[in-house]
């Protein structure tokens, strides 16, 4: 197709634009950005009202340009140009060719978006973000990301349904896999660096544009079912919920994803307060807004009304464009005409959908993502799998390590015991909606491929994933089956016993299947699963050292493990390579450094539980039990069985008194906090040190303590290293009763540590000037 004729029939002339258009036009800030204002209004005033709802309309591909969920003729709405954009589409073949309709046979040949969920990888699949969060490595993260975003768009991809920036306090949540965690800090930092790591400048072929989700407040389901109603105070939300979308908002994310859920009242898709107040006129958003997958046509069972009411509510809301619905493509016209809509809501919407289309370059080059070339080169190379084996190796939390039960030698008799041993397809987790499942090796491969063949490694699965079929068919769906032995319980045990009597060690590789977390994956009960509980109790009996291995997605209740199994290494989901990495660190190649990025809680009771909490009016004495009328419970302490933060490693590190270089500080200057960290024991290792900060009296209530600050720093065996903070009035600023972001003068506690309840402190004061 001739590209450059469909480029200036576009480029023709703005006679048509409306007067309602003309008033949407926004002024130009600088000269690319008038450029764009100047190429989108010449191109909208061609545009039909027909043509300009097309743009909102985001189909899913099905991976076929035929037929998808719920547009049955995709290609002649392409052709007619009714569709802005298709996700799940890939591979370059496929994408050009969608393209091809939209640029040849559309009217005004308007290329499409093309977009998917790539979260923790694409096809070298990483670890699932929660463990990303572990590493604690910002440079780590940003890297897979950039990796993510290179194999994608070699795919033919240019727009990312990630970062995810949730915060999740409720472990119940499934969807706590693909977030980073609890703290609102730490979330900040690497939705920042995961829209850097996308998006780059935007620029070249291998940089796509981030569509920063699920906005918002999604984390914060009620009881921790997916879906459900959000209802959050201003406090909350402005100091703690919203802080992560600002910052990748800040950090320049092209796009927002509607939340599915109801905040307040009104659902995020159509909750102006949110979309418009907050993100655009507070936040200064410039991007565009897409629905979750049909969280348009979701607000008919809200309780908005139909789908023409709804659609309209969605769009004047600041829903810019319609994932899936079709509710735009259908009712928009009639609500036009009938005064539900104007012309400027459309103009708006499209208008925004437009400039992401300038911005990834495809007015220029609608194939600029379409190349075979890279696809067979960049995609899955061997420095792409090496980057994912060194990445998942920085994200396992090391929980325990009695009598230095770990590493283990390569040698003897190692047994493999666990439904999640000897199974590839479950490593990369959730959204590895690409990776190569048949080609993932298990993490029985993995040990054998490190410990080489000193070791004699034997498996046996002791234990369904789960006692009930039905649960285990669900919580193992999308290629990730693990098969089940339907002999009686006790005699699939027996053989595990088996095995681990003739064994020097046994690795029971336990835990959540990976679709036991994700999307539409909530549980009540967050504990290893019973029949898998039984089977580890039986290893335990034999007298032999057993390490659990622990596939999780979430925290989880482990307080009789904790108690009675000698070490525990928590590996998430780690991606393609995760199998080797496991045995790497099993096998002290690597040192573990992961941190926990979020609260593991004694039982399910005590969820949520985060570390920043309240202090309340009645706060329990620290390390206190119970005590008539303070806030606690009869039956269990308040404290985590593992704190946030928290990580052991194969080696010991100390820590000195915090120095500060003053007792006050004035606004505009800094004061330092500074720590000696030394490396105690007989291993290098790398640590992960924390800054938190407490406000002891404030206008409102503040957090016990909040993190401001986190170093890795690698140490040699003896060696120290001094590990400072710069602390600014800046980094004392919340919103206050009037969501006015102020720092208030008065005294501070400051906090420096390995985790969050093992911490040195001092006290300096804020200064008013
Ligand atoms: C629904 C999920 O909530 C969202 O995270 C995802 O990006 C879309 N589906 C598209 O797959």
Known sequence: ???????????????????????????????????????????????????????????????????????????????????????????????????????????????????????????????????????????????????????????????????????????????????????????????????????????????????????????????????????????????????????????????????????????????????????????????????????????????LGDLQQVSALALKAGTDMDMVSEGYLKTLKTSLQQGKVTIADINNACRLVLEAKYKLGLFQDPYKYCSEERAKTEIMTPANMKFSRDAASQTFVLLKNANKTLPLKKAGNIAVIGPLGNTGANMPGTWAVNADLATTPSLLEGLKAVAGNKANITYSMGSNLTADATLQKNGTMFGREIPRDDRPEAEVIEDAVKAAKKADVVIAALGEGSEMSGESSSRTDIGIPDVQKRLL?????????????????????????????????????????????????????????????????????????????????????????????????????NDPQYPFGFGLSYTTFSYSDVKLSSATLRPGSTITATVTVTNTGSMEGKETVQLYTRDLVGSTTRPVMELKGFKKVSLKPGESKQVSFNISEEDLKFYNAQLKYVAEPGDFKVFVGPNSADVKESKFTLLSK
């Open 1 to 303: 197709m001739n590209f450059k004729k469909a480029l200036s029939l576009i480029c023709i002339g703005t006679a048509g634009a409306t007067l309602a258009f003309a008033q949407t036009k926004r002024p130009a800030v600088n000269t690319d950005e008038a450029k764009m204002n100047a190429f989108v209004s010449q191109l909208m005033a061609k545009m039909t009202v027909d043509e300009k709802i097309g743009q909102l309309n985001l189909v899913t591909g099905g991976e076929a340009t035929t037929g998808s969920v719920v547009s049955t003729d995709v290609e002649s709405k392409i052709a007619k140009g009714q569709i802005g954009g298709i996700f799940s589409l890939t591979t370059p073949q496929r994408i050009r060719k969608a393209q091809e309709i939209a640029v040849t046979k559309s009217r005004l040949k308007i290329p499409m978006i093309f977009g998917q969920d790539v979260i923790h990888g694409y096809k070298t699949s990483f670890p699932i973000p929660l463990a990303l969060a572990a590493s604690w490595d910002l440079d780590l993260i940003q890297r897979t990301a950039r990796v993510a975003a290179t194999e994608a768009t070699a795919d033919g991809l240019n727009w990312a349904y990630s970062p995810m920036v949730d915060i999740v306090r409720d472990a119940r949540w499934g969807r706590v896999a693909e977030s980073s965690g609890e703290d609102e800090y730490l979330g900040s930092q690497i939705a920042r660096v995961m829209v850097k790591g996308l998006q780059g400048d935007l620029k070249g072929n291998n940089t796509m544009m981030a569509c920063v989700k699920h906005f918002a407040l999604y984390g914060a389901a009620e009881s921790g079912r997916d879906y459900n109603t959000t209802d959050m105070s201003l406090d909350r939300m402005y100091n703690v919920y919203l802080k992560p979308y600002k910052a990748a908002i800040d950090a320049g994310a092209g796009s927002a994803m509607v939340s599915f859920n109801d905040i307040n009242g009104t659902p995020a898709t159509a909750n102006k307060w949110l979309l418009t107040d907050v993100l655009r006129k507070q936040w200064g958003f410039k991007g565009f807004v897409v629905s979750d997958y049909t969280g348009v046509s979701e607000l008919i069972e809200h309780g």
């Open 537 to 637: 109790e039986a290893l335990l009996k034999t007298g032999k050292p057993v390490v659990l291995v622990l596939f999780t997605g979430r925290p989880l209740t482990i307080k009789w493990e904790s108690e009675n199994v000698p070490a525990i290494l928590n590996v998430w989901f780690g991606g393609s390579q995760a199998a080797y990495a496991i045995a790497d660190v099993l096998f002290g190649d690597v040192n573990p450094s992961g941190k926990l990025p979020i609260t593991f809680p004694q039982n399910v009771g005590q969820v949520p539980i985060y570390y920043s909490h309240k202090n309340t009016g009645r706060p329990l004495a620290k390390n206190g039990w119970f005590t008539k009328f303070r806030s606690d419970y009869l039956d269990v302490s």
